[in-house]
């Protein structure tokens, strides 16, 4: 209900009267709840950054794997359809930008999403303790070829590292 409304009104019209009506909830118990719309609209961004984490979590579950950038093009590809096929989400960004009060809770949001989510792409990284373990068992040889094809500089698009010391040597 308060997703929809905040899109039909716009944050300066969204009231907690107007939510609880169109919920069929009496007043009292929507505030018993939600003190205030500041509040609605900060759980409503907790709630979009719980989609993240969801998405976010299975992409670990797949790693490692000779796949994981497959993954992490799906993460990529799932957070921009989050964004494009829900208009509301855009909404409720705004709306918890309005205070200096919504802006700090949603940077705590922020925060703790960036915690869980920040560590996940680099298992795929070889030098990271699961992937070196998966690496140490029957992956092996298959994370060596990976690692080799995705240096190869004779294939397009294929990673550039450049082995010189930062002293030019």
């Not at 989609?51 to 992490?72: G, H, Q, T, Y």
Request: aromatic share 6%.
């Amino acid at each position: 209900m308060a997703r929809e409304l905040l899109l039909d009104v716009g944050f300066e019209s969204f009231t907690c009267e107007e939510v609880a009506s169109r919920a069929g909830l009496p007043i009292g118990t929507l505030y018993q709840f939600f003190q205030n719309k500041y509040v609605i609209v900060c759980e409503l961004d907790r709630v979009d950054a719980v989609a993240v984490r969801l998405e976010a979590s299975s992409f670990s579950e797949a790693i490692p794997s000779l796949d994981w950038l497959r993954f992490l093009d799906r993460l990529v590809d799932h957070m921009a359809a989050l964004w494009a096929n829900d208009p509301s989400r855009r909404a409720v960004w705004l709306a918890v930008q309005s205070t200096p009060a919504t802006r700090a809770t949603a940077a705590v949001t922020e925060r703790e999403l960036a915690a869980e989510v920040a560590p996940v792409p680099g298992t795929a990284d070889p030098r990271h303790p699961t992937r070196a373990a998966h690496d140490h068992g029957r992956g092996a040889g298959a994370h060596r070829l990976l690692d080799a094809e995705l240096l190869d500089p004779r294939r397009p698009g294929a990673c550039r590292v450049d082995h010189r010391s930062r002293s030019g040597s």
